[in-house]
């Protein structure tokens, strides 16, 4: 049972553009989601993370976008740029007490 | 300084040996994690440990065994390698638990 859907599965954008992510989960005590980027070679590196209290979060380029009754929460980064080119997973977990579940990534292309 | 360092970086061996794999944070945080990442990017928890306890041990077979000998350390070791335990093997740590994890830079492991 997969708890955290991700989709989608690769993405390419031009350079400038706006880059979507979405994910959705099942379980309703999640109280965390965070945003991980990894490249190659590298593990994954926390990118932002949103609690349900809140609809949106924004640093920098990077903006995630919650949804608690959908049970969605998204991640857009504006200004796509080549150094974005990674790996995107969304991740969830509750309280401390589960583990935190990953997506199944998206891997993002951005070309020039 | 690397905040979680894991060795070794590439491991390859045949089927049927032990082997370990070291990781070390320097963080100061309570808990440690193992991640397995297989072919198709995949992360999936296998161990959790805080201040040297065992706390999270997802379905994996036996012949990993996880050691803690102190908080900044935590240990895999595999016995009895299959084909299929071939993948990238992450080690985390994080000071407040399944939340802001960070990520090693994998071990990869190839069995052969």
């Known amino acids: 049972q997969q708890q955290v859907k991700q989709s989608p599965q690769s993405l390419i954008v031009q350079k400038g553009g706006i880059s979507i992510i979405n994910c959705a989960y099942e379980n309703t005590a999640f109280d965390y989601f965070p945003w991980y980027q990894q490249f190659p070679g590298k593990g994954p590196a926390l990118l932002i993370a949103i609690r349900p209290d809140v609809s949106e979060k924004k640093e920098g380029r990077f903006t995630i976008s919650f949804n608690k009754s959908a049970k969605q929460f998204s991640l857009h980064i504006m200004d796509s740029q080549p150094g974005d080119s990674a790996t995107y997973f969304c991740?969830?977990?509750?309280?401390?007490?589960?583990?935190?579940?990953f997506g199944k990534g998206t891997r993002l292309s951005v070309i020039a | 300084d690397t905040a979680v360092s894991q060795t070794p970086k590439y491991l390859v061996t045949q089927m049927g040996n032990d082997k370990s794999i070291k990781c070390e944070q320097n963080?100061?945080?309570?808990?440690m994690y193992w991640y397995k990442q297989d072919s198709k990017k995949f992360l999936k928890i296998m161990f959790s440990?805080?201040?040297?306890?065992?706390?999270i041990n997802e379905t994996v077979p036996n012949r990993f065994s996880p050691k803690s000998p102190d908080k900044a350390h935590l240990n895999l070791h595999i016995n009895s390698l299959e084909l299929g335990d071939s993948a990238v093997y992450f080690c985390a740590s994080s000071s407040r638990r399944n939340e802001k994890l960070f990520f090693g830079s994998g071990t990869q492991l190839s069995v052969l």
């Open positions: 991740a969830a977990s509750s309280s401390g007490n589960t583990p935190l579940v």
């Open positions: 963080l100061g945080h309570d808990t």
């Open positions: 440990y805080n201040n040297k306890e065992l706390i």
